[in-house]
């Protein structure tokens, strides 16, 4: 179980890098089990050969004890981990909530470009995806903040997404992030890290 649950951490790696009711009811508590199960297989399933290769050179790497252990003291050092954050990815996606994190993702990687056609690219991508009403990923937001972004889409600055980009982690910090310290997932990679774990630098 260990072995398998850090290799699939490692083959996460692979992917291109929510929020659900806090009153459901216990008896699905099974059924998230198993979907998340079904979530694992899914992606073992569908990794790509040259993905797995690659992951196949790198199976000796995971993260130590240490690491796993600082990813409890906030959702800022799970998110600057690459396993970290890995696992949080896996984690939401086992919940059918994984836009949060993607969008997240996705404002980070905006924030990084200079040109202007590059961020007038960006920026009409990530508001088809996350942001328009009906939106494939539509994240929650007030009609102010979503209002702001359509108005800066012709001229898109680096602060453009900055106001969602906040509103977005401050609900996986109180919400997403608190379930997965205290998930089933989280307190076996802790055991699978003191059990075979090597530091890797974030």
Request: glycine content about 2%.
């Amino acid at each position: 179980m260990r072995e398998n649950l850090t290799a699939v951490l490692s083959q996460s790696m692979a992917f291109p890098d929510c929020l659900t009711p806090t009153d459901l009811l216990a008896e699905k508590k099974g059924m998230k089990r198993k979907n998340w199960r079904n979530r694992i297989r899914f992606l073992l399933k569908t990794n790509s050969s040259k993905s797995v290769l690659r992951l196949m050179k790198n199976r000796s790497y995971r993260p130590s004890a240490d690491d796993v252990n600082q990813w409890a003291q906030s959702l800022e050092k799970l998110l600057s981990h690459k396993y970290g954050k890995a696992a949080f990815c896996i984690f939401l996606k086992s919940e059918f909530c994984e836009e949060n994190i993607e969008f997240w993702t996705a404002c980070e990687d905006f924030s990084t470009l200079t040109t202007h056609t590059e961020m007038a690219s960006k920026a009409n991508s990530i508001y088809e995806e996350f942001i328009k009403s009906e939106a494939p990923k539509e994240i929650n937001l007030d009609f102010h903040t979503r209002n702001a972004i359509v108005q800066s889409l012709h001229e898109p600055t680096t602060t453009s997404f900055l106001a969602a980009q906040r509103k977005v982690y401050s609900l996986m910090e109180n919400n997403s992030y608190p379930r997965f310290i205290h998930s089933d997932l989280y307190k076996e990679l802790c055991v699978a890290a003191r059990g075979e774990g090597k530091h890797i630098k974030s």
